[in-house]
């Protein structure tokens, strides 16, 4: 059978969700070409060629995107069995099978997509989606990824460190998580689960991209300390045999302080930095998100990875129902006292929650007076915050970055822009002229060149 894997979006990296499921699939004898929209053009000879799709949308802007491709296979080749696969394959579940007739499979998702390919090349109907489980989280093993039938590393985002550019693998050592933020996609489809990847695989595939030039490994695990006896044997095993890797890792507050024994080897083994979901400083916010951490204690976990030469890489939610431009204010005067500005990209100062099908938000009677009606074309349900000045300020956030951006704007001006909205927003007097704000050694502090994190 041949199939053809479309990734649309993966964080600025190169797709590992078609790279994994392109060697499953040739391991069952099928032949396979993989396509990146993200990097590539829409490739005709490839739709012509290929007997089925396959859709890799392990999140929301690849799923927003996926449908519309969907949308062109779907008239352009009006025949041609589609499936989305991923973590956000199910939700607007109705909206893709009405429109597209797809299979939706979220969780583990390649022994599922094997499994409908199989269907198809024996000529078999599959089975409906109702007749069987859209979810699959059982344990597997895992081929190394099919990197050779993806864009070289040239084209994706780098690391940017030190005043030079190094490129940049990305890799999984584990699925899911034992956490359930409410906020998050990932307890919606793992409730609470993980399943690791086999560590010789994980290091198969590092030796892998470091062949194809990567100079530097991301380990994007939802929290690489979920099974941190698993991920800190991969990464000794991994500096034993590539001690000139350096890499970056995920993981929550409460890991970070709760394993606070592992930084000095992490470090050791070449960790530069860590991606930290802060998401607010308002304790209250916090609660209601369920993020098991405090705001001193992301203090706490920043310090102590400074202590070992480890940069924090803060990620935020600034916009909630509950936000008020205050929490803004706060959000940005925290990262100016924890020199954290050259640490943070400024479009996490726009983020906007979303809130998909099946959100655990949605259990909370206090969020339900701020929903309008499912969109499922959005994916998500919209929202009102109780302060609409806090609404209004988002999107006048959200046009300053665009602007800042499209003018390469020095990320200490970006940030001192913002600063001068909210503080107005606030309502404080006599805002002064933006200066641009010490951001600490620019040059020193470990960023990929892609800002988006989730």
Known sequence: ??????????LGHQPLHVASPAAALRRAGHEVRCLDLSVQPWDRDALEWTQAVGFSVPMHTAMRLALSAGRRVRREHPGLPICFYGLYATVSRELIERELAARAIAGEYEPALTAWVDELAASCAPAPDA???VVHLQRGTFEAPARELLPGLERYARLAVGGEERL?????????CVHRCRHCP????YDGRIRVVQAETVLRDVERLEGMGARH??????????????SLAIVRALHDRRPELTFDCTTKVEHVLEHAGVWEEMAASGCLFVVCALESVNDEILVRLDKGHTTAEAVLAIDLLREHSIETRPSFMPFTPWTTPLDVLEILDFVAAHDLVANV???????????????LLLERKDLREHLGPYQAERLSYPWRSADPAADRLQVR??????????????????????RAAVRE?????????????????????PRLTEPWFC
């Open 1 to 10: 059978m041949r199939v053809l894997l479309i990734s649309t979006y993966e």
């Open 131 to 133: 007749e069987r489980p």
């Open 168 to 176: 940049v693998g990305y890799v999984e050592a584990s699925h899911g």
């Open 186 to 189: 990932v307890p919606t489809v």
């Open 217 to 230: 490994i991301t380990f994007g695990d939802p929290d690489f300390l979920n099974g941190w006896r698993h």
């Open 345 to 359: 990209d400024p479009v996490q100062y726009t983020i906007r929650l979303l809130v998909p099908e099946g959100s």
């Open 397 to 418: 956030l959200s046009a300053l970055v665009q602007q800042s951006a499209a003018a390469q704007e020095a990320t200490g001006l970006t940030f001192a822009r913002i």
């Open 425 to 445: 927003a606030t309502g404080e007097p006599n805002v002064p002229e933006p200066e641009a704000i010490p951001m600490g050694s620019t040059e020193g502090r």
